[in-house]
């Protein structure tokens, strides 16, 4: 079933009827901002309720980590696991058409009416091994995304499942985005929580205790891509990290010598302070270790042309 929200497609058809995560009553809150609220009233919502769920739902600076792409005025993409359409407005801004994919009827809501005026967007409630697509896009992000494979794809390797699924959807030149974690980030390191279980140094002694969710140091993430197939792939290093990016460094462009001070991270949680980041930083970089050590990967990769 189709309805329009605004100029918006809402999409039902493979919604399985109930929706499979929730934040809860905050979530009913958030689906209020998105109705009565215009975008550009977000940041003064944000600094009245003070509330780290809409900050990092609702806060404007989500997008950067997408901004930078060149994707062009005549390109499609697809959004999966787009939650709350924290980086769908500057998707729709860049490109012809816009396809955003959720599990939740709630947070594709919230996603909707905040983008209503886009009359390029379509949201689609499901899981994305449920939809029969008719065709590929030029762009597929998963911004957010690929550490939750285990949640809702089923085999012995879900991650590379899951990522032979996402990459199966782009187009033969074409680029699939990947916004994760870095399990070896230096916040980890300097003690803060890891971010989806909020224990410390659960990533960093590689998941012990946690079975439904990881994230992966470089290495792992490559050798993941690797495993999926033959793709040309660009590391980017979002910092302090991909939800709030300000600056992102590139292997031709790493962070020099006193660059790196603004290591604002965990802003939900406790924290312990273990040593000063951006001195250990500043020996990363000189020992060459920066893209180790980054809290986050932003990758780009690219379907070769077939042989």
């Not at 189709?2 to 809860?24: A, F, M, R």
């Not at 012809?96 to 809501?109: A, F, I, P």
């Amino acid at each position: 079933m189709e309805e329009k929200i605004g100029k918006v497609i809402l999409d039902t058809t493979c919604y399985p009827g109930k929706d499979l995560y929730s934040d809860g009553a905050i979530e009913d809150e958030m689906l209020a901002i998105s109705r009565d609220f215009a975008p550009e009233e977000f940041n003064r919502v944000i600094s009245e309720r003070k509330s780290w769920p809409i900050l990092y739902h609702f806060s404007p600076d989500r997008q950067n980590v997408v901004r930078f792409l060149p994707v062009q005025k005549t390109d499609s993409v697809l959004e999966i696991g787009s939650g709350m359409g924290a980086i769908t407005k500057a998707l729709c801004e860049k490109a012809k058409s816009v396809t955003c994919v959720d599990l939740s009827l709630q947070r594709c809501k919230v996603n909707a009416l905040r983008n209503q005026s886009q009359e390029n967007l379509e949201v689609i409630v499901a899981n994305i091994n449920a939809i029969p697509f008719r065709k590929k896009f030029d762009w597929v992000t998963l911004v957010g995304v690929l550490e939750y494979s285990g949640c809702y794809t089923n085999g012995e390797n879900p991650y590379l499942d899951f990522l032979k699924k996402a990459l199966s959807l782009v187009r033969v030149g074409g680029h699939l985005v990947i916004a994760i974690e870095n399990r070896l980030g230096l916040k980890y390191w300097a003690g803060c929580t890891e971010d989806h279980v909020g224990k410390y140094f659960e990533g960093l002694e590689n998941y012990p205790d946690t079975r439904s969710v990881r994230t992966f140091s470089r290495k792992e993430l490559s050798d993941i891509i690797d495993q999926a197939g033959e793709f040309k792939t660009t590391f980017y290093y979002p910092y302090p990290d991909y939800k709030f990016p300000m600056t992102i460094y590139s292997d031709k462009r790493l962070p020099k010598k006193g660059e790196l001070r603004d290591n604002f991270c965990n802003f939900d949680r406790n924290r312990i302070q273990l040593f000063n980041e951006g001195k250990v930083y500043d020996s990363l970089t000189d020992a060459g270790l920066f893209q180790e050590f980054s809290n986050s990967f932003l990758v780009i990769v690219e379907r070769k042309e077939n042989k």
